[in-house]
């Protein structure tokens, strides 16, 4: 059994246009109109289809095929509609189509399904307001000190919440039971270049790295830029900078299935002729697993204080928030591995260094995602590209691997 080619790119080309840019690609941040419209035109494609369509208290919204028993527990097949500012057009939207396709052509096989399977567009995936913030909440992992200091802002997570008719207490009754969810798949763009080099069609994904962010503030004191003499300066600009640079070698030499990255640097008073007081710099960090997620954490720190102590300076740390590394589920690997095998597509197994979807799943339930190719392994970009070939393939993978769910629990249960 194979998906319809011909209608997946109908869909995929017409979902493209919705928020479309000139350079060839889709501004869809959460809750945006275009964002808005997306998830219109997707309930709107699902209906005619003659699927139910559910959205809950998150604003996820869900195209769904019940099965005969009410009380059997759902497969969810997913991604999201949303896009980063500028974004690509493959990012997030191939991974709810190819839901959507796998369940059309279930229907159009008038195949008898043991438990109920949903096509979900998760809210907030890329982080405009929360990151995650529809996966966290339907599987509880959502908590109210979350959201506090949303990354987006407190006031822009508030009017987007209202702007999609939801509110702040409702999202925390979307969480779903564990027992309701007999698992979730999900079909991505690589974002890398891994599976081009290896020269593989699919990437099975072990694990999705944890990401922890924290501001690091180097304070040493304002002065005249002309008048103190270069020894006589506590200049917060020489910590920032020194830490970032000994942050690169440090994660280059003992840590290297892990990344840091120094996103932003802000300079207090922040003027030609005045010696910097104070710098507040942006660090993100991203590791494998528990063990140097932690380890890498102490490391940094260290690191920071004793750049700091280098140039006279003090340091403050505040962390802003972090998600936990995601193993995925050696089952459904094992299901994506067997699924790829039977379509002669080449797979092999990596781990995620982007946050997705899957990792929120994954701590409630069996949870697996695969990667298709992205061209020159551009992501976030309008320049993002997927060949429609591996498009193609990932939705047929990702059908084969439920179809072999519907057989191994019809197995488990005779
Ligand atoms: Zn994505």
């Not at 997705?356 to 799943?361: I, M, Y």
């Not at 309008?382 to 057989?407: H, I, K, M, S």
């Amino acid at each position: 059994m194979r998906i319809n080619d011909d209608r997946l790119k109908n869909n995929f080309e017409a979902l493209s246009q919705i928020g479309a840019t000139t350079e060839g690609g889709v501004h869809r941040p959460t809750f945006s109109p275009a964002h808005l419209e997306a998830r219109a035109w997707f309930r709107e494609r699902s209906e005619s289809a003659g699927l139910d369509f559910q959205i809950d208290n998150a604003g996820n919204h869900s195209a769904v095929m019940l099965c005969a028993n009410s009380d059997a527990p759902t497969l969810l097949l997913g991604s999201h509609l949303d896009s980063v500012p500028n974004g690509g057009r493959f990012d997030g939207a191939i991974g709810v189509l190819s839901a959507f396709e796998v369940l059309l052509t279930i229907k159009d096989e008038g195949i008898k399904l043991p438990f109920h399977l949903e096509a979900i567009d998760f809210t907030d995936e890329e982080g405009t307001l929360h990151g995650l913030l529809g996966s966290e909440a339907l599987t509880g992992i959502l908590k109210s000190e979350d959201l506090i200091s949303p990354r987006g802002g407190r006031e822009q997570f508030l009017s987007g919440l209202a702007e999609a008719g939801l509110t702040e207490e409702g999202l925390f009754s979307a969480q779903r039971s564990p027992i309701s969810l007999a698992g979730y798949l999900e079909v991505h763009i690589e974002q890398g270049n891994r599976l081009t080099n290896a020269q593989a069609d699919i990437g099975i994904v072990t694990s999705i790295v944890g990401i922890n962010s924290c501001t690091l503030t180097f304070i040493g004191r304002a002065d005249h830029a002309g008048t103190t003499p270069m020894d006589e300066r506590l200049d917060a600009s020489l910590g920032a900078s020194a830490f970032t640079l000994a942050a690169r070698k440090l994660v280059m030499r003992d840590f290297p299935d892990c990344v840091v990255n120094v996103g932003a640097m802000d300079f207090e008073p922040g003027a030609f002729n005045i010696v910097p007081a104070g710098v507040d710099l942006s660090l993100e960090f991203r590791a494998p697993d528990d063990g140097t997620f932690e380890h890498l954490k102490i490391s940094l720190l260290a690191l920071a204080e004793a750049e700091a102590h280098r140039y006279g300076l003090s340091l403050k740390a505040k962390f802003l928030g972090k998600h936990e590394p995601a193993p995925l589920d050696p089952d459904i690997q094992e299901v994506f591995k067997q699924a790829a095998e039977s379509l002669d597509v080449k797979a092999i197994s990596l781990a995620s260094f982007a946050g997705h979807d899957a990792q929120s799943l994954a701590r409630v339930c069996p949870a697996g995602m695969i990667f298709i190719p992205s061209v020159g392994g551009s992501s976030h970009s309008p320049r993002e590209f997927t060949e429609w070939d591996d498009c193609v393939n990932g939705a047929n993978v990702l059908l084969q691997a439920a179809l072999n769910l519907v057989n191994s629990y019809l197995s488990i249960q005779d």
